[in-house]
């Protein structure tokens, strides 16, 4: 399933560079989460060594480091979640923990002998195009003060989930308890006994609402739309299984490809109105309905009136059982307003609580808003996206060369491994690097043309249409205009197939100069 071309094909020239004394390009990585170790690992791999991981936090793991709430863990398969040139395959469990996941993304620092490339507690500030000399200049502010770091290739890995949303609610600032997003865990805040406030319900709640719940004297969760919540096959692996597993390698890939094909076969869900999705809502809806519509939780708090799959579909098999307990309410009236020491709904109930968790998102439309890039020309990214983001394949903007967004617009996904998405970005990605470095690693630009591009966004923004996404409700896929901006909008495989081998046609490649050359 890997085929890993771009990588063969980026050491082949690497290897070629070499031999003939050309220089490698120089290489900036922002970000030391999944994308970015990927990138790092796969430049190693081919034999380059001439690049620096930036990262704003003090450790590795992106959204592994930031998210340590109780519950925390993944809903992909461990087993899929894991690269597939650098794989983890002695899982404990069906879906791993959030300790377990962050502990392999550190190992692969070690694995891969990544640490003398990170520079860590370092924050990019500004990240401009240079046309005279053809390279990007990061601005960077670290330890050791600001400074700039020139690159010939730029990795973006930033992901999409990782700057908190925090509602604008009136008097928000004035709670007098601890206030915490569901990312920035205050592990110092004991919550026994206590009366807690939770606002949201989505992906982040449902893992650390029991967990909070078995704790709290009570719970009010402020729910703005029901989920459609599934039943999660979690269980940890007996000792002969994960032997097997960690061992045998057909055995291995074997399972792997099923996960990969039983959770890719779940796009038929995702399909606007297809007949599996409206199938799926009617056993959801009466599941729910018998189970747990009572007096106390009528239809409308736990029976979602959108189609399945418009908002990602969750997987728990203690949220509906904390929903029911007596210390737990919820409240699906709108917040109108905080005060000291109780939140205000629109009904004009007050509710006590001594603690207040936002379990509220994230900044995920706004790609690259805390990030001034500017390109060819001084052209602002934040004004090419000015209708939304989007980028070639999620991967390359028009007018940006030599740089890649990992995990970048329209490359999100409702059924399947994110890491997948990663590694086909980086397959097409090397493969472009590898005509940057056939052409003079620096001082040659490699750019998506604006044709590609134009066509690439029309194509990705015709197959949303035909989405759940596209259905009756809010989610964090969409922005303010209705754009979805994203996740990729049909099967994996097809990612997978699109890039596979680069398109030459698609992509300008302008050679380095003489003196570039003699540089
Ligand atoms: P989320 O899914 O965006 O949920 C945010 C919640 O906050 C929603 O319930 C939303 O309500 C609510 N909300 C937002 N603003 C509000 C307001 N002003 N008043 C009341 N409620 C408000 O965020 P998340 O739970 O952090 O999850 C984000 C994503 O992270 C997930 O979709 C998933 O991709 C990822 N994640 C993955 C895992 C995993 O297992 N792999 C675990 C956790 C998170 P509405 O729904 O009505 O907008």
């Known amino acids: 399933m890997a085929l890993d071309i771009g990588q063969r094909t980026f050491e082949d ?149 990782n700057r908190p949303y925090l509602p604008d609610i009136d008097g928000r600032d004035t709670f007098s308890g601890p206030a915490f997003h569901s990312a920035r865990w205050d592990h110092s805040t004991d919550l026994a006994g206590k009366r807690v406030g939770v606002v949201g319900s989505g992906a982040s709640a449902i893992q650390f609402v029991p967990e909070v719940a078995a704790q709290a004297a009570s719970t009010t969760i402020f729910q703005r739309s029901p989920n459609y919540v599934g039943p999660k096959k979690d269980h940890p692996y007996r000792a002969t299984t994960r032997t097997v597993l960690n061992n045998v390698r057909p055995i291995q890939r074997a399972y792997r490809a099923w996960i990969y094909v039983s959770l890719e076969s779940r796009w038929l869900w995702l399909k606007k109105d297809s007949l599996a999705g409206r199938k799926l809502r009617e056993m959801f809806t009466k599941g729910i309905r018998d189970g747990v519509v009572s007096d106390r939780l009528p239809d409308a708090a736990v029976v979602p009136d959108y189609p399945i799959g418009c908002k990602r579909i969750l997987i728990s098999n203690d949220w509906y ?136 966004d029309e194509r990705t923004q015709h197959l949303v249409q035909n989405t759940a996404w596209a259905g009756s409700c809010t989610s964090w896929y969409k922005s303010a205009s209705g754009r979805i901006t994203n996740n990729w909008p049909t099967w994996t495989i097809r990612y997978w197939w699109e890039t596979l081998r680069i398109r030459p046609t698609d992509f300008d490649v302008v050679a380095a100069s003489p003196e570039h050359t003699a540089a």
């Open 13 to 161: 020239q690497v290897r070629r560079a070499k031999v003939d004394g050309r220089p490698l390009p120089r290489v900036a990585i922002i970000g030391a989460g999944f994308s970015g170790l990927a990138a790092a690992i796969q430049l190693a791999r081919s034999g380059v060594r001439s690049f620096t991981i930036i990262e704003q936090s003090d450790g590795v793991g992106g959204t592994w480091r930031d998210n340590t709430y109780p519950g925390a863990a993944c809903d992909v398969p461990s087993h899929l979640y894991s690269l597939s040139f650098a794989p983890k395959t002695d899982w404990s469990r069906r879906f791993a923990e959030q300790p377990e996941i962050l502990a392999y993304a550190e190992e692969l620092v070690d694995r891969f002998h990544l640490g003398p490339h990170l520079r860590l507690s370092t924050s990019v500030d500004q990240l401009s195009f240079d046309e005279a000399s053809e390279t990007w200049r990061l601005a960077v502010t670290g330890s050791e003060g600001p400074e700039t770091i020139t690159a010939d290739t730029v990795f973006i890995g930033c992901g999409q989930l």
């Open 321 to 456: 059982p904390t929903l029911l307990r007596p210390d737990v309410a919820v409240v699906d009236e709108a917040i109108i307003g905080i005060e000291p020491d109780a939140v205000i709904t629109a009904d004009g109930a007050r509710h006590d609580v001594d603690v207040l968790i936002y379990g509220t998102g994230f900044e995920t439309t706004n790609f690259l808003s805390h990030l001034p890039v500017t390109g060819v020309g001084g052209a602002s990214l934040a004004d090419a996206w000015a209708d939304g983001a989007h980028a070639y394949l999620g991967l390359t903007v028009a007018g940006f060369p030599n740089c890649y967004l990992l995990y970048g617009p329209n490359t999100n996904l409702g059924h399947n491994s994110i890491l997948f998405m990663i590694e086909r970005q980086l397959n097409l990605a090397l493969q472009a690097v590898a005509l940057q470095v056939a052409a003079g690693s620096v001082g040659t630009t490699v750019a998506v043309g604006e044709g590609a591009y134009r066509r690439d």
